[in-house]
């Protein structure tokens, strides 16, 4: 009986998701209504659950109900001692209490410190692997997740042809940006996925504001997680035949202009971690907690895409630091690694680092640049961290470390250096190699960073 009632508790514990499927389809006129159809109806099914009666506490029997009917009711049919049933009856009640209660403490365990629900989003290219979706409808059916949202970007169909400028210019606008748009949520009869199979103009800004503009509606009543699945190259990402691809800008440009407020943003894409990314990040206050590569990026067996969603049951901070350090060890093969920073731990000492660094070029000897960097390898990656003891080295060699702006860059550059390293919250790689344990930066990162603040190549 024993074995029995533990079978029956696991067997109850993992119970299939039966997710309901609704599909609509839309073209570049009714893409808006349809999208924001399927967020309605979300919207309704959550005020629907809010409003619902809950279940009185007297109408559940506890759970020594079973064991008192027992010994209330004569046991005339059965050959087995009075006493033998009995006791094999406490002995399961007293199983299933202690299992539940273990259960119940595990969950008070993890949950000790959430306050809030999360709402997950993802953004892909090229496909839409099922155990993302299928791990996302069981945490909303098991309430572990109170939404999720998925924007997939499937193919963009071009036309072919076209000789001239213009020509080609005019085939651009008649090209179509294949995807769907999955919107999962819980009712009374389970989660329902919506799917919204669209083509429309590849405009990815007007897809943007309507994904993050639905997350915006409760981005302060639930814990966020946007998680962007693309390939990467340190500063765009994209589809796989490069037919088309968005500046990691775009992201958060469209991110500051909803107003949203992002927990944990997790690129899933080669090579974005990097200074340019955290510089963005740095400029606005929408990102708490970022996980990022700047090697390779862990995905395939290791089932990256979903793998924050495994850890939702806790706070964004405890989340990114559980999702980087449960990867596999691996052989060490390849330039693969993961990262979770502190992005708002960071934000203030970059921002002022990248002010002073440009203030010290403006106010140093001409053709200082050209001593400060060297682009004769602009391709290659290096340790962001290594790059800002340079600077303040050539500083110490070849400056007045006493005049009042060169003394600025100093102290602002030891501030980073320290924000750098608390600011990383955890670290997995497959292999050593120069910036697997912290951000790296390419030439141009350092140029569009003058650039910000008017500082150019002389």
């Known amino acids: 009986m024993k074995k029995i009632a533990i079978f029956l508790l696991i067997l109850m514990s993992v119970y299939p998701v039966f997710a309901q499927n609704r599909v609509a389809y839309a073209d570049k006129q009714n893409v808006a209504r349809e999208f924001s159809t399927v967020f309605a109806k979300a919207e309704a099914a959550a005020r629907e659950r809010q409003n619902a009666p809950a279940v009185s506490a007297r109408s559940v029997k506890p759970a020594g109900s079973l064991s008192k009917q027992a010994r209330n009711k ?27 209660a273990q259960q119940q403490k595990k969950q008070l365990a993890s949950r ?25 409808q069981n945490k909303v059916e098991d309430g572990s997740l109170a939404r999720a949202s998925l924007l997939v970007w499937e193919d963009v169909e071009e036309t072919k ?19 769907t748009l999955y919107v999962i949520y819980p009712s009374a009869e389970g989660a329902i996925t919506e799917e919204v199979h669209f083509e429309t103009e590849p405009r990815l800004a007007a ?18 997680a946007l998680i962007v699945c693309a390939h990467g190259d340190g500063g765009s990402m994209g589809d ?7 500046d990691v800008k775009e992201i958060t440009d469209a991110l500051q202009e909803s107003q949203i407020h992002i927990d944990v943003l997790d690129l899933v894409s080669c090579e974005m971690g990097t200074l340019r990314t955290m510089y963005l990040l740095s ?16 995905n395939g067996v290791l089932k990256r895409v979903s793998r924050l969603a495994r850890f939702l049951n806790t706070t964004p901070k405890r989340a ?8 596999p060890s691996l052989p060490p093969l390849g330039r693969v690694n993961e990262l979770g920073y502190d992005v708002q731990q960071l934000r203030r000492p970059l921002r002022q680092w990248a002010q002073d660094y440009a203030a010290l070029i403006k106010h140093g000897p001409e053709g200082i640049q050209r001593e400060l960097l060297d682009i004769r390898n602009s391709q290659e990656k290096h340790l962001f961290d290594n790059f800002v003891k340079q600077q303040m080295n050539y500083v110490r060699a070849h400056l007045d470390i006493h005049d ?52 150019f190549w002389q």
């Open 207 to 224: 897809l943007f504001n309507l994904l993050f503009k639905n997350l915006a509606l409760h981005s302060q009543d639930y814990y966020t």
């Open 74 to 100: 004569k046991q005339v049919f059965s050959k087995v001692p009075e006493s033998a049933v009995l006791q094999s009856i406490d002995n399961v009640t007293q199983e299933i209490a202690f299992q539940n």
């Open 112 to 136: 000790a410190s959430l306050t809030k629900n999360w709402q997950v989003s993802l953004i892909m290219m090229d496909f839409m692997p099922s155990t993302a979706l299928l791990r996302l």
């Open 283 to 298: 400029q606005s206050h929408n990102v708490d907690y970022a996980i990022i590569s700047s090697g390779k990026a862990a």
């Open 404 to 455: 009042p702006v060169n003394k600025a860059f100093m102290h602002s550059s030891a501030r980073l250096l320290k924000a750098l390293r608390e600011s990383k919250l955890a670290a997995w790689r497959v292999k050593d190699f120069e910036y697997a344990d912290g951000l790296a930066y390419q030439t141009g990162d350092i140029l569009y960073m003058w650039s910000q603040y008017d500082v």
């Open 161 to 179: 042809g076209g000789a001239s400028l213009w020509e080609q210019l005019e085939l651009a606008e008649d090209a179509k940006l294949k995807g």
């Open 240 to 246: 796989r035949q490069k037919k088309f691809a968005f």
């Open 320 to 327: 990114v630091i559980d999702s980087v350090r449960s990867n």
